[in-house]
């Protein structure tokens, strides 16, 4: 084949491939980055569970994921937070509802979840832990326990991945009390209305260091093996509505970059996520796909 022959395939080639990239990037400018972008201004939801989103004594807000989410805005030029307070059990809803733009609250990816919202990349992984009364009265060391003595029940953030776990590893509904945040959990330890409160290591942890724990204590040892735990279980990330692909995959590119320098380790260690709790090199797409 002559060299004008080749030249001419390859600069046909390129016409093609330029022409495929246009009509894939027509496709997925849905107008959602554009519409952020050119308010300046991105809704962000959050419910208050530390270490993950709450309020500041002055109100303002803070945590682990409504401060990365800041950095992500900044880097993608959005200079402007309007935060939307929510019962962690809401926020999927009013992402749908479109009166908010990205869930920042310690959300873990779930199947379940991902049939309804978009995940980000993850931001961090974590283990369950649990909170009961002082001294440890019914001797719960793991959820085999807990499962094992008819008499016990937990208490489970509404909407949280640790009821869903606990009614999969066949804890009745009945031994189950929903709360709508920690602070109501630790109270219905405290009060008996509950055995235990199970959350993930974080947030007990930053109620211990908080001195938030009252009459109460975390369960030591703890094993998280005593109920069925799979490799996807305690990832979690920001949620968009599954239409809003441009934003998804623009906030990602960012989140990426941020997660590569200090900025990111920095904001998790204000928090006590130590290296143990670092989302590591997995991608969303491999967690649903387990």
């Known amino acids: 084949m002559s060299r004008a022959r080749i030249l001419l395939w390859i600069v046909l080639g390129a016409l093609v491939s330029a022409g495929m990239l246009s009509l894939y990037m027509r496709r997925a400018d849905d107008g959602s980055l554009e519409r952020i972008r050119k308010s300046g201004v991105i809704r962000i939801g959050y419910a208050v569970e530390a270490p993950y989103a709450f309020l500041t004594p002055s109100g303002e807000v803070t945590g682990q994921s409504p ?92 909407g949280a991945v640790e009821a869903e776990a606990l009614l999969r ?55 998280e093996a005593g109920i069925a ?19 998804l995959a623009a906030w990602n590119a960012e989140l990426n970059a941020l997660k590569a320098g200090p900025a990111f380790l920095d904001i998790m260690d204000d928090f006590g996520f130590g290296p143990e709790e670092l989302p590591g090199s997995v991608t969303t797409r491999e967690l649903l796909s387990q």
């Open 67 to 158: 401060l990365v989410a800041r950095a992500v805005a900044l880097r993608l030029g959005v200079k402007h937070v309007q935060w939307r307070l929510s019962e962690f059990a809401d926020l999927i809803g009013e992402l749908k509802a479109g009166r908010i733009d990205v869930i920042a609250a310690g959300m873990f990816i779930t199947p379940e979840r991902a049939a309804q919202v978009a995940f980000s990349e993850p931001i961090f992984h974590v283990r369950p832990a649990l909170l009961v009364a002082k001294g440890n009265p019914k001797r719960l060391h793991d959820f085999a326990d807990v499962l094992a003595n008819e008499r016990v029940r937990i208490a489970v953030l509404t």
């Open 229 to 247: 735990l799979d490799g996807r279980s305690g990832y979690g990330a920001f949620a968009f509505r599954k239409e809003d692909r441009a934003l």
């Open 169 to 223: 590893a066949g804890l009745p509904e009945g031994r189950l009390v929903m709360i709508p945040d920690a602070q109501t959990g630790r109270a219905a330890v405290e009060t008996g209305m509950a055995d235990g409160l199970a959350l993930s290591s974080p947030t007990i942890n930053w109620m211990a260091v908080s001195d938030q724990l009252g009459r109460a204590e975390i369960a030591r040892p703890f094993d």
